[in-house]
Nanobody, 125 residues
Framework: QVQVKESGGGAVQAGESLRLSCTVS????????VGWFRQVPGKEREGVSC????????YYLDSVKGRFTISGDNAKNTVTLQMNNLQPEDTAMYYC??????????????????WGQGTQVTVST
């Protein structure tokens, strides 16, 4: 059974940082795509950052480039999203995602089969 579990959300003030962590278990593949999505009630969800477990190029949403960094620890099957200089517009429920289907370019603009329950990030002014 595939499990995707996030941790690390919280409430911060603008300009501060948070780190989200995600553990993926049960996927019987050496490589797969992992990433982070976010969603605000009433708005479409958006892909924040995605990468292959094996590494390589990374996809970032334009609005988070230079502020967010995705990384992975394959030994622990974890993926981390370091979020710096957080802004109120980053407030959302953040979801970790995983999918075994590999495509040539890293992107969040695709379907993901496995989703975590989400962790809330709230940024105040």
């Amino acid at each position: 059974q595939v499990q995707v579990k996030e941790s690390g959300g919280g409430a911060v003030q603008a300009g501060e940082s948070l780190r989200l962590s995600c553990t993926v278990s049960g996927l019987p593949f050496d490589d797969y795509v992992v990433g982070w999505f976010r969603q605000v009630p009433g708005k479409e969800r958006e892909g924040v950052s995605c990468r292959r477990r094996s590494g390589g190029r990374v996809y970032y949403l334009d609005s988070v480039k230079g502020r967010f960094t995705i990384s992975g620890d394959n030994a622990k099957n974890t993926v981390t999203l370091q979020m710096n200089n957080l802004q109120p517009e980053d407030t959302a429920m953040y979801y970790c995602v995983a999918d075994p289907t590999l495509i040539q370019e890293p992107t969040c603009l695709r379907d993901f089969r496995f989703w975590g329950q989400g962790t809330q990030v709230t940024v105040s002014t």
